[in-house]
């Protein structure tokens, strides 16, 4: 962002402030499991409300005291551009699961995230004229490579992830491929990965506020958390439409009054004590899921010239820890050595590429400092 000056900028900070937002991204969904008697619909939307209204406002308003100061005197295009990308992104996330369902989670995660980081990345320096000047310095290319390097990574993690599905699979670990449709899958993919990638944009469609807060007197490292105040009610609104269809069709908008259906069918009462412990984990949740962002803001600031490639940082982020988590729940358990190579093997590249990135963002630091 234009607040912090070449010499103020710590793009290996920001990487490791990414690598914590991906460490969050990737854990939020373990609270999720300890609900009782709830659809996923209803502790979706509960989690959400924390992930994207309760966290983000509490947090600016403590860390950025300005924020509605800052909100009310933003313009208005701004706001509009930031909450429709925020709700864009949105309908990204929902139709990631679709994915996942026709595709299996191994190429799935590598379609959806690959052509999330591509787009991401690179689309918003393309449009505003900036990539072609890019390419043109050593710290450009450099960085460039980063990318590249990251989408390596993805694409041998994809490989492994599927390798792994088909030999737990196999081995009558994993339900029935029988939805497995590659040409459906690949156009949900497709489609998800652009809507995904549009959260990026969103912190470029957001610049404006960002530079208000700072202007206002907020501290230059937070100053993107007015900015995830609009972009995520965005999401919340497209996530709250879809829940609420889900409620309908499903009639489980009961459980939000205790009553919920057990696993035969039948009718199960909810007593307040679970349905608080439910909502505790819920919140517990949906902060965690905030945190990412929350990060990713911060990250970005500190990435200099080059904070673009703040996407990809976040992508391989993600990936390397769902791994880690996958790891240490034994998911993993079961598949043949081969298989295990190549998922070290995508995991030591991805690290690899934020290496490089923050390496590429050092040196166009460093020559405008000097």
């Not at 320096?125 to 900036?130: D, I, K, Q, Y």
């Not at 590429?360 to 405008?368: D, R």
């Amino acid at each position: 962002m234009d607040a912090l000056t070449p010499a103020e900028s710590s793009p290996f900070l920001g990487v490791l402030l990414h690598a914590v937002g991906g460490l969050a991204a990737a854990s939020f969904y373990i609270p999720f499991k300890k609900v009782v008697g709830w659809s996923w619909e209803t502790f979706w939307i509960i989690g959400g409300f924390f992930s994207w209204i309760a966290a983000p406002w509490a947090l600016a308003l403590i860390i950025v005291p300005q924020t509605l100061e800052v909100l009310a005197q933003a313009d208005l295009s701004s706001i509009f551009w930031t909450f429709l990308f925020g709700m864009l992104w949105g309908v990204g996330g929902l139709t990631f699961g679709l994915t996942l369902r026709y595709l299996g989670i191994g190429l799935g995660y590598c379609l959806v995230l690959g052509i999330s980081a591509v787009l991401g990345t690179l689309v918003p320096p393309l449009f505003s004229g900036e990539l072609f000047n890019i390419v043109k310095t050593t710290s450009g290319q450099v960085l460039l490579l980063g990318v590249f390097i990251c989408l390596s990574g993805i694409a041998l993690s994809g490989k492994s992830g599927i390798r792994k599905e088909k030999e737990l699979s196999e081995n009558k670990e994993i339900v029935d491929s029988s939805e497995f449709g590659f040409i459906k899958g690949a156009l949900i993919a497709l489609f998800s990965g652009i809507m995904s990638s549009f959260m990026a944009y969103a912190f470029v469609a957001g610049k404006p506020i960002a530079d208000l807060t700072v202007e206002f007197g907020g501290p230059s490292l937070w100053q993107n958390l007015p900015v995830l105040i609009v972009v995520l009610a965005g999401g919340f609104v497209t996530n709250l439409i879809w829940c609420a269809i889900l409620s309908y069709r499903n009639n489980t908008w009961k459980e939000f009054f205790g009553v919920s259906k057990s696993e035969d069918g039948s009718v199960l009462t909810l007593t307040s004590s679970t349905i608080f412990v439910n909502v505790i984990f819920c919140a517990i949740a949906g902060t965690t899921w905030y945190l990412q962002f929350f990060f990713y803001g911060a990250g970005t600031t500190l990435m200099g010239e080059y904070e673009f490639s703040s996407w990809s940082l976040h992508m391989a982020s993600i990936i390397i820890f769902s791994t880690f988590w996958g790891l240490a729940l034994r998911e993993w358990k079961g598949v043949s050595r081969e298989t295990q190579t190549w998922n070290i093997a995508g995991l030591s590249v991805l690290i690899l590429s934020m290496i490089v990135i923050g390496w590429g963002n050092t040196l166009s630091t460093n020559a405008l400092v000097n």
